[in-house]
């Protein structure tokens, strides 16, 4: 039923083309039985046995068995799939099967006495008698899928005609196809003219056969010499694909020359030949008319044919011969769209699209035709083949009429060449830049006159041949430039020429590939231009302009000098006037802190200064001795807690637990380095906090200082390590300082295989990050030990503010042991502390911050000391506040520890040891400082000699030393200090190295040598001599330790650093007696 309503909308083409002239009535069979007695096989030819066969389902009958009535079916369509089924009322029989088709002929008296049978496609399986004689076998019938052989073997057999009466019965067996039985009815006829019908068609087939493979080649090799147009490659591809068709259709050719191939192989080439010839149409149209289909229109239809194309090659025939029918209306649909397509094309003005369109249209009638013709919804031979054979025609024509047009332009555009050929020429030679071609070895091959002048040649003829790659000044510019143009285009290579023996000249250079299309050699095409004059030009501004930088950068030098130097030397000026003038005890301290404080700056911007000057000059030693670094970190960032809380910010300090205790390194500029960061962090911070963390990366330990100050500009970032620079002119004039601290650092930091690095946004704070790769040494001795503490099942809840101290404790308490919990705010802190012990996992200890938000650390202390179910809890108090009324009024709470941020780890496990009353108190009652501590002086006087010409340094060692308990001796040279050492003993000599009569030099090498003759007076043995000099370069502080000294001291000497020394030299501590 519904293959009627599949082709109602393509019918109409045969009816029109048959519908004018009236068909002659031809004899059909009626119920089995075909009367041809008033049939003249002579004027009317050869018939189709047409009309109801009598079919026996599921029988193999013999000639002369008896025939089943009850069984019977009479019907037109042959095919017995659309037979209903006498044991099955309402349904059709099945594909898979076998029957026996019986028709009775009655002949006419006239009949020839040779008759022959067009025999027809059965599938799959099937025998052929006539008159209980055996005429032709195609396969093997049998009533199981087992022993039933399917083969595609149409044929024509001759009959001997010798009764009135011809009885056909066909055995036939699928269990192969979707469709069963006889797909068309056999032909009757005289023999010798159905034979030679069979003959000329088959003629005519392999005619058209080689035709199309003719064309077909012709096509393939128009493509394979000329691939930017693939309409060729699909054309001939396309006569491929249906030659092959014709040979396994209509006569089949190929299966008579074949007949033992499997019925698999040539069932799939009959559908894939048909399959895939539509989408190589619909890409053949989209070659000649490009841009006139639509892209997602071809896409679905090579995506729907590859879809059926696989069907084919992987499915059985079972299943994918059903696909067969909806593959034909989508052929009709594209058909349709094609002929659109070649319709736009002519009306839009396409050349030759009129020629393609007739073919087209001649061609797809064909189709049309011949899938009415396959679905047996008209009987007619295949008209495909021959109309493919018009439309190649019709390719052909318009071919010939495309190479015509196609020699036509071509002529045209030679003149045009030669036109513009002349006109470049003369550009070319003409330019004054040089142009020239050459190989991939670098040999010329052509020249202009400009060019030919660079290299110092009489004419550009002269240069033909020569070596190119012996012209660059420059050895290896050579193999640089061919290393460059393996990656594409060069441009503005820069090297040096040999224009003579004695001369070169600077050039630049674009190159690019030029392929020659004759030989196919890769050859290049340059442009060279002299810029020699251009280079001196430049050199001369550039030296000009850096002339102009050295002289800018001098008077800012000396402005920025005279700035730095001149504003502490006011004070120290000015305050020593106001000291002059006996001012009130307290001005006067003040005015000596002012001077003090103007003089440290003095010195550390000379400092600075001289550091800057070793960095510079290369002069500067870097140590490489063994170095507590978690020390250095501590009391650095000790040191400058008070300097932050003089601002009210709050100094955090992380050290990962993977970073060496013991390193390899300069210590002194570590800690200078260190300094220099978390100072300028103080410095640029108004409010808020600094974070110095401390990790390890890659083996290189990444110091990190984070502050919340004014951040830096991105365009700023690296400008900041230059000289005499900060971020902007106005922190100049808002923070001052030189900004040498930065340059200073980052030269170290290079100088100890590091990095210095910075990263910040305006208003948004800045990180610093120094980098270096220590290397793990064992610990000094000298080092001091940080006791471990097993904290192991201890509660400790940490409450702070700050997410970074808080993640920092954790860490810390975690790595020993304890179970650490953290809270935010006083008032979450004892919320957690009451739900702790009412939930019987009491904490054993809180770490407290004292300034927090709503609810401070004070006022929580009071509330846990107030609540009877916290009693016995230990309290640490973690502060930034080192005042003695801040610590009064936490021990008035009753707080176990009072703790200065930033924390030491010793002072950390030394207060919670004490806290849980796991060691001992000392005798100062809780204090957890021990560096804190006096000793007591019950030593004789330190025998002290200063040599020293300057009365006012004189004057100020005395002060120094005025209440240590030293025994202070002064020479005024070198001479009196050698006659008082021969008098007396002396425990420690400060020596003055530049001094009037004899230097210290010279005097510590003769002190040296009576000791080495006599051992000193009174055999005191070796005298500790600390050299006392404003001298800080290397070789200088050399030169007094070859000399003898013991020490080098750099002047200014401080109080705090001499008396530092001589409680060194005395084993005492010096700070009681100050």
Same mark, same amino acid.
Request: proline letters at 2%; charged letters at 20%; aromatic letters at 6%.
């Given at each position: 039923m519904m293959r009627p309503i599949l082709f109602l909308p393509i019918l109409w083409v045969c009816l029109a083309c048959g519908s004018e002239y009236p068909q002659p009535v031809t004899p059909r069979a009626i119920n089995g039985t075909l009367d041809l007695r008033d049939y003249d096989f002579h004027s009317s030819g050869p018939i189709t046995l047409n009309g109801d066969w009598a079919f026996y389902p599921h029988v193999l009958l013999l000639p002369g068995d008896a025939l089943p009535i009850d069984t019977r079916i009479t019907a037109d369509s042959l095919a017995w799939d659309s037979l209903e089924d006498p044991a099955h009322p309402g349904r059709n029989l099945p594909a898979f099967g076998f029957g026996t088709y019986r028709l009775e002929v009655l002949l006419p008296q006239t009949a020839p006495d040779s008759l022959a049978l067009q025999l027809p496609a059965v599938a799959t399986s099937y025998k052929l008698y006539a008159n209980e004689r055996l005429l032709f076998t195609g396969g093997k019938v049998a009533q199981t899928s087992t022993d039933a052989v399917p083969q595609m073997r149409p044929g024509v057999v001759e009959y001997a005609n010798q009764t009135?009466?011809?009885?056909?019965?066909?055995?036939?067996?699928?269990?192969t196809h979707s469709s069963g039985g006889i797909w068309t009815p056999p032909r009757l006829g005289p023999a010798t003219q159905i034979q030679a019908e069979v003959r000329a068609a088959r003629y005519l087939e392999l005619f058209l056969c080689g035709a199309l493979v003719i064309m077909g080649l012709y096509h393939l090799v128009l493509f394979a010499f000329r691939h930017q147009d693939r309409a060729p490659l699909y054309f001939g591809f396309l006569c491929l694909l249906v030659t092959l068709r014709v040979t396994v259709t209509g006569q089949a050719y190929l299966i008579q020359q074949y007949p033992d191939w499997p019925f698999v192989l040539f069932h799939k080439l009959e559908y894939l030949t048909f399959y895939v010839s539509v989408p190589v149409f619909m890409l053949f149209f989209h070659a000649v008319f490009p841009g006139e289909i639509h892209r997602w229109i071809l896409r679905t239809i090579l995506s729907v044919a590859l879809l059926f194309t696989l069907a084919v090659l992987f499915l059985p025939v079972y299943l994918y011969s059903q696909t067969l029918q909806s593959y034909q209306f989508f052929t009709v649909l594209g058909g349709l769209y094609g002929t659109i397509v070649g319709l736009r094309a002519a009306l839009r003005g396409r050349r030759d699209a009129w020629i393609l369109l007739v073919g087209w249209t001649v061609l797809f009638v064909a189709v049309l035709h011949d899938i009415l013709s396959a679905n047996l919804v008209i009987q007619s031979a295949y008209w495909t083949p021959f109309a493919v054979f018009l439309f190649f025609f019709a390719q052909a024509t318009m071919l010939a009429l495309r190479f015509t047009g196609a020699f036509t332009r071509s002529e045209r555009l030679a003149r045009q060449l030669r036109s513009a050929e002349r006109l470049y020429r003369g550009i070319f030679e003409d330019a004054s830049e040089g142009v020239f071609l050459f190989d991939a070895n670098g040999r010329i091959l052509t020249a202009n006159r400009s060019f030919a002048r660079m290299l110092g040649a009489d004419s550009p003829g002269a240069l033909t041949g020569a070596d190119l790659k012996l012209k660059f000044g420059d050895p290896d510019a050579w193999d640089r430039l061919r290393a460059d143009l393996a990656h594409g285009p060069v441009w503005d290579f820069q090297t040096r020429i040999l224009q003579s023996k004695d001369r070169t000249i600077e050039v630049t250079l674009n190159a690019h590939f030029a392929p020659d299309e004759r030989n196919n050699r890769p050859r290049y095409q340059g442009m060279m231009l002299d810029i020699s004059e251009?280079?001196?030009?430049?050199?001369?501004?550039?030296?000009?302009?850096?002339?102009?930088?050295?002289?800018?950068?001098?008077?800012?030098?000396?402005?920025?000098?005279?700035?730095?130097?001149?504003?502490?030397?006011n004070a120290i000026i000015g305050m020593a006037e106001l000291l002059a003038e006996n001012p009130e005890p307290a001005d006067r301290n003040r005015y000596m802190?002012?001077?003090?404080?103007?003089?440290?700056?003095?010195?550390?911007?000379?400092?600075?200064?001289?550091? $800057?000057?070793? *960095?510079?000059?290369? @002069?500067?030693?870097?140590?490489?001795?063994?170095? #507590?670094?978690?020390?250095? /970190?501590?009391?650095?960032?000790?040191?400058m807690a008070p300097q932050a809380f003089q601002k009210s910010l709050e100094v955090s300090l992380r050290i990962a637990p993977d970073v060496p205790q013991s390193v390899l390194g300069d210590p002194t500029r570590v800690r200078q380095i260190l300094v220099n960061l978390i100072s300028n962090?103080?410095?640029?911070?108004?409010?808020?906090?600094? $974070?110095?963390? *401390?990790?390890?990366? @890659?083996?290189?330990?990444?110091?990190?200082?984070? #502050?919340?100050?004014?951040? /830096?500009?991105?365009?700023?970032?690296?400008?900041?390590?230059?000289?005499?620079?900060?971020?902007?002119?106005?922190?100049?004039?808002?923070?001052?300082?030189?900004?040498?601290?930065?340059?200073?650092?980052?030269?170290?930091?290079?100088?100890?295989?590091?990095?210095?690095?910075?990263?910040?946004?305006?208003?948004?704070?800045?990180?610093?990050?120094?980098?270096c790769p220590f290397k793990t040494a064992p610990l000094p001795e000298s080092a001091p030990m940080v006791a471990p503490i097993d904290l192991q099942g201890v509660r400790i809840l940490v409450i702070d503010d700050m997410p970074f101290n808080r993640m920092m404790f954790q860490e810390v308490l975690t790595a020993r042991g304890a179970q650490a919990t953290t809270r935010s705010s006083g008032r979450s802190g004892l919320v957690e502390l009451v739900r702790a012990r009412m939930s019987d996992q009491p904490y054993d200890l809180v770490l407290l911050d004292f300034h927090m938000p709503d609810l401070d650390g004070l006022e929580t202390a009071r509330r846990i000391r107030a609540d009877e179910r916290l009693a016995g809890l230990a309290i640490v108090v973690l502060s930034s506040d080192n005042l003695p009324e801040s610590r009064r009024r936490f021990e008035e709470t009753g707080v176990d520890d009072y703790l200065t941020r930033p924390v030491r780890r010793a002072d950390l496990n030394r207060s919670i040891a004490l806290a849980l009353n796991r060691i001992q108190r000392d005798e100062q009652g809780g204090s957890v400082h021990p560096g804190n501590?006096?000793?007591?002086?019950?030593?004789?006087?330190?025998?002290?000699?200063?040599?020293?010409?300057?009365?006012?340094?004189?004057?100020?060692?005395k002060a120094y030393l005025k209440n240590a308990p030293v025994e202070l001796h002064i020479a005024g040279n070198g001479l009196e200090a050698l006659e008082m050492y021969e008098q007396h003993a002396f425990d420690l000599i400060l020596m003055d190295m530049q001094m009037p009569l004899m230097d210290g030099y010279e005097a510590t090498r003769r002190i040296r040598r009576a000791e080495a003759e006599t051992g000193g007076p009174k055999h005191s043995g070796h005298v500790p001599i600390v050299a006392l000099t404003a001298h800080t370069m290397s070789d200088e502080v050399e030169q007094t330790l070859a000399a003898g000294c013991d020490v080098h001291m750099p002047k200014p000497v401080k109080k705090k650093t001499l008396l530092q020394l001589i409680e060194s030299y005395a084993g005492v501590n010096m700070d009681s007696s100050d």
């Open positions: 009135s009466q011809l009885v056909l019965l066909i055995q036939a067996a699928n269990f251009k280079l001196r030009l430049e050199q001369l501004r550039i030296a000009r302009d850096a002339a102009e930088a050295s002289s800018r950068a001098k008077s800012q030098f000396l402005a920025n000098m005279s700035h730095e130097i001149r504003t502490p030397m802190s002012i001077l003090q404080g103007a003089g440290d700056t003095l010195i550390a911007l000379i400092d600075d200064v001289l550091d $800057l000057a070793k *960095v510079e000059s290369g @002069n500067i030693q870097l140590e490489h001795i063994a170095f #507590d670094l978690i020390e250095l /970190i501590e009391s650095t960032t000790e040191m962090a103080v410095k640029f911070t108004e409010t808020g906090s600094i $974070l110095f963390e *401390v990790t390890v990366n @890659n083996e290189e330990v990444t110091f990190c200082v984070i #502050d919340s100050g004014i951040g /830096i500009p991105a365009d700023k970032l690296e400008s900041i390590f230059d000289a005499f620079t900060q971020a902007d002119d106005s922190t100049t004039r808002r923070f001052g300082g030189t900004g040498l601290g930065l340059t200073i650092s980052r030269r170290f930091a290079e100088l100890m295989g590091g990095r210095l690095w910075a990263d910040s946004q305006p208003m948004q704070g800045s990180r610093f990050y120094f980098a501590q006096s000793v007591g002086l019950d030593h004789a006087p330190l025998r002290v000699l200063l040599v020293e010409d300057n009365v006012d340094n004189q004057i100020l060692m």
